[in-house]
């Protein structure tokens, strides 16, 4: 059974978390997206911004608050129900995203979904980390260090007492992708950053740069449950000059300034089918590795298996497993391969074949 993927957006205060997820949900695509929001008392505004936002394919149900503590420090009593229920749900989402409080440790909400009743079910599509760049890059990591601290003093439910740096090192080190916001405000010196953060985080963990976190729906999120049909429409990433040339440098930067991101490509890769998925998956993690791919994403099958295996990967986080029976699917392996414009499209291709 294919399983839900989910996506944790986290970052502190004022990073940006919610200006990128309502963005997403602006242009979902007929993705059906539930929002788990982690709020703490009266700052948390955002569930309010978001209910309500007339954003067509969020209903206020699909908006759901959790406002008892800091979202890791309540795991059990409260996220894990919170999905239970959403799973259950006649009609469940297509994709859930979880925005955690600035001052979540990623890490126990991460470990949540190794709980028997989601294990099987849900999926953690990606982690999202969004920087506040100017602030990072100033070293005071957020840009209002007083509204943190305010924020910390509000929620009696914080049961750890971590420190600004160790919180902020433990968001960059959960990161499969790290979201350099405000990059309007970072100018000239957003290269330097990413290039700085790229080289402080896991290997494979790709650093973009977003203005209002305007970012492309298929470099957020992995495939929604929907879209796998039509996976074979989908050779570009959606964004607006779709018809440019890709390998015209020239309107790429155009592009980064009209938008307030970076420029995206995808392309797709056939392969032979997988011998062994384990392997396949170490080779997948290698390849995103060599080529700073962003995402990869499609479906092979195996040989002497009846059963399609579906393949999900941001930076380092490659998810692999059956979903259902292959039926009449022609044998191989189809994969969608997304990242900065620029791929060697080439090598990455014989890397994959
Ligand atoms: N200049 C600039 N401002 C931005 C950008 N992205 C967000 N902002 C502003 O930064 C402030 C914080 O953004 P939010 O999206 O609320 O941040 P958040 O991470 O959700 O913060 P909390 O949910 O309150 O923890 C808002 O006033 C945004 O309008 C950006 O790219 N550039």
Redesign the pocket.
Known sequence: MAKIPATIVT????????????HLLQNADGRRIALIINEFGD????GG?LKGCGIENCSDDDVVELSNGCICCTVADDFIPTMEALLARETPPDHIVI?T??LALPQPLVRAFNWPGLKTKVTVDGVVT?L??PAVAAGTFA?NVAAVDA?RAADDGLDHETPLSDLYADQVACADMIVV?????LGDGTAALVARLKGESRDGVQVIS?????LPVDVLLGRGQGAEDDISARHEVHHHHDDDDHDDGHDDHHHEHEH?HDAFESFIVDAPEVTDPAQFATKVSDVIRSHDILRLKGFASVAGKPMRLTVQAVGPRVDHYFDRPLGTDTRGARLVVIGQAGLDRAAITAALQ
Do not use: C, P, Y
Not at 181 to 185: C, G, H, M, Q, V
């Open positions: 970052g502190f205060l004022g990073a940006g978390k919610t200006t990128l997820i309502r700052l948390g505004v955002d911004i925005e409080s600035g969004v506040d760049g840009s924020q916001n405000k990059a309007d405000l977003a203005t209002q976190g305007a307030g």
